[in-house]
């Protein structure tokens, strides 16, 4: 059976043949002579007749269609997201030259894994990660913007990545907040009491704030998504909602609730320095952790914390059921069959 679609402000015909797919153009702009071609297509496939084949497409400029892709990810891409991709598609771009693949159609899975054998050796699962899945999504939007027909990447699998983060015991919490000077103190003290990501926390605006209420929300902004496209609502503890009051109380007319440093990046690079000099393990990431982990530890159900934290599947929140032992134990108590 064959299908009309349009490219290009003309109907083409769409139809399989021996597991393959092929595409004729019907010559036409209008949609009901379209249809009547497409008609006399399907009573000649139906005698065994088939049309000549759509001619291969010429090939795609790889350079014309990076700069493309950065154009629309400078448009839409959060800050961050857009930094650590326009650095991997750099690389991307040096290996391609270094190659000779000048065009979209000469990119395949021997050609990526070269790259990996040569670019990505030794480096961690979660960095190969990134790479693919970036590549994909690329060549989604080449297919999706007509450049090509298909990803070809599309077989290929991202390596699995074994979540793994330090755990923060209570007394290094407490030597974080006491050693931390502020800013940075107030940054601490937000992130392990209410889970936000650095992004949401630095997009934080007062709108987002009911301190009447105890709660925020992360919401998405222009330039801003959370991750997952996820908008929730977090309570405010005591130590969160101290902290939002002295901020409030401190507060210029910027709309930001907590932006004293350049970017969030900054806030990484000085959580490091201090644990650095504390001799302490961990990364700024490791707060929000710590909020999950210490919620499953009090007992708190995994589908709370999934919402709390935003997460798009519970399956990633799984990572912190190994820590309330004792509510599964609790669980299976109440059968007595």
Do not use: C
């Not at 350079?63 to 400078?74: L, W």
């Amino acid at each position: 059976m064959a299908t009309l679609f349009q490219k290009d402000g003309y109907w083409w015909l769409n139809y399989r043949h021996n597991g393959k797919r092929f595409r004729v153009s019907t010559g036409t702009r209008n949609r009901k002579l379209a249809e009547v071609k497409l008609a006399e297509f399907e009573v000649e496939l139906f005698k065994g007749k088939l049309p000549e084949e759509e001619k291969s497409r010429p090939p795609s400029s790889l350079p014309i269609f990076f700069r493309r892709f950065i154009d629309y990810a400078k448009s839409t891409y959060a800050p961050d997201h857009l930094q650590s991709d326009l650095s991997r598609i750099r690389i991307l771009q040096d290996f391609f030259a270094r190659k000779g693949i000048t065009d979209l159609q000469s990119i395949s899975p021997g050609i990526y894994e070269e790259f990996q054998t040569s670019v990505l050796n030794g480096r961690k699962p979660k960095t190969r990660k990134n790479y693919i899945t970036l590549l994909k999504t690329m060549l989604n939007y080449a297919v999706k913007w007509g450049v090509i027909d298909r990803n070809p990447l599309a077989s290929v699998k991202a390596p699995k990545v074994v979540k793994t983060f330090h755990f923060y015991k209570k007394e290094e919490i407490e030597k974080l907040v006491q050693e931390a000077g502020e800013p940075l103190k107030t940054a601490v003290i937000i992130l392990v009491n209410t889970g936000l990501r650095r992004n949401e926390l630095h997009n934080l605006r007062w709108r987002d704030i009911d301190l009447k209420a105890k709660k925020l929300r992360v919401w998405p902004y222009e330039g801003f998504t959370p991750k997952g496209k996820r908008p929730r609502t977090i309570p405010l503890n005591k130590a969160a909602l101290a902290a939002f009051k002295a901020l409030q109380k401190a507060s210029d007319e910027s709309e930001y609730a907590f932006r004293p440093f350049n970017s969030m990046f900054s806030i990484y690079e000085r959580f490091n320095a201090l644990l650095a000099k504390l001799g302490m393990k961990g990364t700024l990431h490791d707060l929000r952790h710590a909020f999950a982990s210490y919620l499953a530890m009090s007992g708190v159900p995994i589908p709370v914390i999934s919402e709390l934290l935003g997460h798009s599947d519970i399956a990633t929140t799984m990572i912190y059921a190994h820590l309330s032992p004792e509510q599964h134990q609790a669980a299976v108590d109440k059968l007595d069959f």
